[in-house]
């Protein structure tokens, strides 16, 4: 079953935040929420790949886990998130890097991504937000790597756009030998980035003209006690 969870932001962390690191948003709160509903962090190894503020690592954090590894490409992102972390004492390891260096620190027991997902033409690159033009770029091997990097019994919750294919990542993640179903799902109204990108996703067909809302939905994929 799917949820619209109420986004109660009152329990949100505050996070500080250097110029140009994404502001966590409403894709950002969805996960934190579908986290809760799936019983927190206590006591649990946790990754946080993308981190961006670290917002979902501090979110990770404060509900109990035994460490949290959070990793970023981006320099101002680790520096912030590294911020976050030690203004409130965290046990949150900030590293810079990709898949390689999240396999080399795991396996965990849960594994959280905020990626990059929006679709565009070669013109536009944020590596806040852009994805290649089917939105795909970073989900795709990171679906394809989760096997690796969770451990048996573990979980993963991932959130993107309708915009980026939600059959897709639900076949990837079941194809890489992973439990896979949409856990929660909210729809929003465009913010200036996906206005912005409105004529793009129209010429790839993914909105008709004047469409201004998309849903957001995180993915739960599990890897079986038996580690299968
Ligand atoms: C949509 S933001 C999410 C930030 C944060 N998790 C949140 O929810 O507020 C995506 C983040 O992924 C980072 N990123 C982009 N490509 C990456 C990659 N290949 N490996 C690690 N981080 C990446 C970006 O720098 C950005 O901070």
Redesign the pocket.
């Known amino acids: 079953m799917t949820v619209s969870p109420a986004l109660d932001r009152s329990n949100h962390p505050r996070v500080w935040r250097l110029p140009g ?5 409403e ?2 709160f969805l ?1 934190a929420a579908a986290l809760q509903d799936a019983g927190g962090t206590r006591n649990a190894k946790v990754l ?10 501090v979110t990770a954090a404060r509900s109990g886990a035994a460490s949290v590894t959070a ?4 320099p101002r ?1 680790v520096l912030t998130a590294r911020l976050n972390a030690r203004s409130r004492r965290l046990p949150i390891n900030v590293l810079r ?3 390689d260096v999240a396999a080399q620190h795991g396996p965990f027991d849960v594994v ?6 929006v679709p565009h033409d070669g013109e536009c690159i944020d ?3 852009d ?1 290649g033009p089917d939105g795909r ?2 989900l795709d ?1 990171l679906c394809d790597g989760l096997p690796n990097l969770l451990s048996p019994g573990g979980f993963a919750l991932l ?1 993107h756009s309708e915009f980026t294919g939600v059959g897709e990542t639900l076949a990837r993640l079941r194809a890489a030998g992973l439990g896979a179903s949409v856990v929660a799902r909210d729809r929003i109204p465009f913010g200036p980035v996906l206005h912005s990108r409105a004529q793009y996703l129209q010429q790839a067909r993914l909105i008709e003209q004047g469409e201004a809302t998309e849903e957001v939905v995180v993915i739960r994929a599990d890897r079986s006690e038996s580690g299968r």
């Open positions: 690191v994404y502001r966590p948003q894709d950002s996960l946080d790949f993308c981190t961006g503020s670290g917002f979902l690592a990793l970023d490409i981006a992102a890097g990709d898949l959280l991504s905020n990626p990059p997902y590596p806040r937000w994805a770029c970073v091997p959130v």
